[in-house]
């Protein structure tokens, strides 16, 4: 049985399975202890008005309004201001509070261009939206708000208070902190977790708890980790504290551009945002006294399958997906020609990124405004799935000066080694590894289910990449599905499995 099929409409289930629902924006006549984005988006017009970087009147403007509403709210605020006097930090909490417990940050100053609503006005107006709906009632001995200066300009204000931080505390009697940061690369769409910090088990498990439903996947974190981009969240792992960081990521033609305004801000996101930090913030708190040092722990691979996060230890992915090249047997003959088709592919990716710098020179837009073009979702996926069909054709075409054949063994090695190295982001490529054993031992059946599981996880996958990445990224995403989809050209065609030519009779 061909497995393109079966594996093409697994890629849709998944895909259908992990289409983003985003709440609805709650009224502001929602119950006061429940996050309402309608209310978090009031004060936020005034703030987002304008530009408000570091030092500027609108941004001290801003830090008052922000000092007056978490005042109203119960807190005590107190401005920490940096050695050089440059940098004002706001740091709110119950009177007397000790230090220890979930701090909601963001940060307050914008870059000099754009209005920052979403970057981050976004989480100002999450931060204190969620700190009012938490402290109904009063304000909880653990909840801490941070708003932090001078992110635009190298994360400042976060490495002054934890600097500060450092001298007011011992390096043993340091306390446990949670930190729930808000963010923003885009203005819409779902709410995207991207990173934590601590150990990941407990983290999941408060997760579940607090019934999230932003985008996780163990994929987001690793892609992140290797990335030049930084928020406060890295200054804060740095420092030791535990936590979660959240931000938008769709719509991010606008990022830092003077389109991010209140109007292209989508209460929706706000809500979806919200609600997790609420609702986190709401299960951390109940874990009372503090969460201890960090225990020593693998890696666990989590993702989304139909809106609940499914995880698993590392070594268990990395089992798995070493498991099915036993069956694979390969040859010495596949394994060099292995290496050298993925040396050829991997020079083919750079020079189709090179090729398009030339481009971007002539065309300054050319990276971020494509993707408005190609907005929404179905066109994202339209086009990652012409340049897919484009380079597999290519490659098929090609397939004739292949040093060996097997493209099967070919992509399920590539496949497995990914998911061995790296399984929190090479997971998905496992069940595509068992599909490609199987099939190469005969067990076709088999094979299809391995391809259904494989469609069903790449799906949500290829999903968040396009919302994720710009379109400067294309050529090497296109290197995902070439891994996986390889086993769905049927076996007899490569070259090295071709039946010899029948001597013909006399
Ligand atoms: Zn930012």
Redesign the pocket.
């Known amino acids: 049985m061909d497995t393109r099929v079966p594996l093409a409409a697994a890629v849709v289930l998944g895909v259908a399975l992990n289409w983003p629902r985003l709440p609805d924006a709650a009224p502001a006549s929602a119950p006061p202890e429940r996050f309402s984005a309608t209310r978090a988006l009031v004060p936020l017009a005034a703030w987002a008005a304008e530009p408000r970087p570091t030092g500027s009147p609108a941004h001290a403007a801003v830090l008052d309004d922000l000092s007056a509403a978490l005042t109203t709210s119960g807190f005590e605020v107190r401005r920490e201001v940096s050695p050089d006097g440059r940098l004002v930090n706001l740091v709110a909490a119950a009177p007397g509070a000790p230090v220890g417990g979930v701090w909601l940050t963001a ?1 307050s100053d ?1 870059v000099p261009r754009a209005p ?1 609503a979403a ?2 006005g976004l ?1 100002l107006a999450v931060v204190t939206e969620a700190a009012r709906a938490i402290s109904v009632g009063g304000v909880p001995a653990g909840l801490h708000v941070l708003v932090t200066d001078g ?2 300009l190298g994360l400042l204000g976060a490495k002054a208070h934890v600097a500060a931080d450092r001298a007011s505390s011992g390096e043993g009697e340091r306390a446990s902190r949670l930190v729930l940061n808000v ?3 885009g203005t819409e769409g779902p709410a995207y977790m991207f990173q934590t910090a601590g150990p990941e088990g407990e983290l999941l498990q408060a997760w579940r708890e607090s019934g999230c439903g932003a985008q996780a996947t163990s994929l987001a974190h690793s892609i992140y980790a290797v990335l030049p981009n930084d ?2 969240f890295t200054v804060f792992r740095r420092a030791g504290w535990w936590g979660y960081d959240f931000a938008l990521i769709d719509g991010a033609w606008r990022y830092h551009t003077p389109e991010d305004t209140p109007a292209n801000l989508s209460p929706a996101s706000v809500q979806a945002v919200g609600d997790c930090v609420t609702g986190l913030a709401r299960a951390w708190l109940g874990r009372e006294p503090g969460f201890g040092a960090p225990k020593p722990e693998g890696a666990r691979v989590y993702a989304q399958v139909g809106g609940a996060t499914v995880e698993a230890p590392g070594w268990a992915v990395r089992l798995a997906a070493a498991l099915p090249l036993l069956l694979l047997r390969p040859s010495r003959r596949v394994l060099v020609g292995a290496g050298a088709w993925a040396l050829a592919l991997t020079a083919a990716m750079g020079l189709a990124i090179f090729a398009m710098v030339p481009l971007a020179a002539v065309w300054p837009g050319f990276a971020t405004r494509p993707a408005e073009a190609l907005h929404p979702y179905p066109l994202f996926g339209l086009a990652l799935a012409l340049g897919v069909g484009c380079a597999g054709g290519a490659l098929r075409l090609l397939r004739p000066f292949s040093p060996v054949g097997g493209w099967l063994d070919l992509a399920a090695i590539g496949a497995a080694v990914v998911a061995v190295a790296l399984p929190a982001a090479g997971y998905a490529l496992v069940p595509g590894v068992w599909a490609a054993a199987l099939r190469a031992r005969g067990y076709e059946r088999m094979a299809v289910a391995g391809a259904l599981a494989a469609g069903v996880l790449i799906g949500p996958v290829l999903l968040g990449a396009c919302v994720g990445l710009t379109s400067r990224m294309l050529p090497v995403l296109a290197l995902l599905p070439l891994l996986t989809l390889g086993w769905g050209i049927p076996r007899g065609a490569a070259i090295g499995n071709q039946p010899r030519p029948q001597p013909r009779g006399p």
């Open positions: 940060h914008s920052g970057d981050d989480g992110e635009e963010e923003a690369r928020t406060d």
